[in-house]
């Protein structure tokens, strides 16, 4: 049996797979484009975006995907981002004042710095994978 083929067929497969799977950490630029344009952005995609030091006060994340997201810097007090994918996302020296972060996953996130005065928290999941309280408004109470 001639092996070329079989490689070629095998390669050509692994080709077309890969070709079809979307990239899983890439932000979708007409989502980002949509947030700094209006600041409404709900459930969109803005994973791995680069948003470090971008005025998003009172923005409209709600259940918006901010895996691994840039927002050092940023200020997004009174912004809703109930449900907010915010894994791994780097929030340090961000404003969060009064900003709604019910049941937002931060599981890994970076918040060194971050102003959460009045935020609320109420079932967030933490950095640390815990879930915060219902009625957690500033602080994470576990």
Known sequence: MNRIPVVALVLLSFIVLFRAVPVAYGYNQQDLD???RT???SACDLSNAPLANTN???ANLERANLFTANLSGANMAGANMAGANCMNATLSGASLVNTDLRNANLTGANMSGANL??????????????ICKEGSIGTCKK
């Open 34 to 36: 949509q947030l700094k």
């Open 39 to 41: 600041k409404q952005c």
């Open 56 to 58: 998003l006060t009172k």
């Open 117 to 130: 005065f009045d935020a609320n928290l109420s079932l967030a999941v933490w950095t640390d994978g815990t």
